[in-house]
């Protein structure tokens, strides 16, 4: 079963235009992660935003979490054509054996 | 480039067959993770490995299993196949600590 929920499921929008995608989880957590994905290949890891971190930059990325809403988001800035791939964000549990649990991700298409 | 090599890339079998998939991790990296994507999903928690022991795993049958060498490469086998095993199948490898993981390119089964 899927821990995170991203929202939307698509997002369309035009080069130098914001993109914000949200994640809602269900548990609790130690870190939750963004993934990106190009056309059905590997994942490549973003960002990595701890629980007890509320905000986090890297370059165009802004990654912000709320555990008591059990949610995050991530917004890139001035997105770029090559930005066009899916977003996933992926949850770490507090078990041995930790596992990424993933949501079903967004899509997102930059046009020029 | 993650440094995480899969292969075959692409691989065609019929159901009831059996299949080998192979991953390269990272030198110096211990922990490995195999995950199966369906289409339009997110990847799935198959299993994960740590020093060549199962250190968790995922819901999936135990026609799934999984091998770990100390040349920190890996395989996924999967025992009379069915037709909703037909994804695209990531392994990530990571360091001691697994909440940051490298993925592979993926191996894309079809199974007729």
């Known amino acids: 079963s899927q821990q995170g929920e991203e929202d939307p499921q698509a997002l369309s929008i035009q080069e130098g235009e914001n993109a914000t995608m949200n994640c809602s989880y269900k548990?609790?957590?130690?870190?939750l992660q963004w993934y990106r994905q190009n056309s059905g290949r590997g994942l490549v890891h973003l960002i990595l935003?701890?629980?007890?971190?509320r905000e986090k930059h890297s370059g165009r990325l802004r990654v912000t979490l709320d555990t008591s809403k059990k949610s995050s988001s991530l917004l890139i800035t001035a997105s770029r054509a090559a930005d066009t791939a899916s977003y996933f964000c992926?949850?770490?549990?507090?078990?041995?054996?930790?596992?990424?649990?993933f949501g079903k991700g967004t899509t997102l298409s930059v046009s020029s | 480039e993650t440094g995480v090599t899969q292969s075959p890339t692409h691989l065609i079998k019929t159901r009831g067959q059996q299949v080998t998939l192979r991953c390269s991790s990272q030198?110096?990296?211990?922990?490995v993770s195999w995950y199966q994507q369906a289409l339009g999903q997110g990847p799935q928690f198959i299993f994960q490995?740590?020093?060549?022991?199962?250190?968790g795993r995922g819901n999936f049958p135990p026609r799934f299993s999984g091998l770990q060498f100390p040349n920190y490469s890996s395989e996924l086998n999967v025992n009379a196949l069915e037709l909703d095993d037909s994804a695209l199948y990531l392994c990530?490898?990571?360091?001691?600590?697994?909440?940051?993981?490298?993925f592979g390119p993926g191996t894309r089964l079809t199974v007729l």
């Open positions: 992926a949850t770490g549990l507090n078990q041995a054996g930790t596992a990424l649990i």
């Open positions: 990530a490898s990571s360091l001691e600590d697994p909440d940051t993981q490298y």
């Open positions: 935003i701890r629980s007890n971190e």
């Open positions: 030198s110096g990296h211990n922990t």
């Open positions: 548990t609790s957590i130690n870190n």
């Open positions: 490995y740590y020093r060549e022991e199962e250190n």
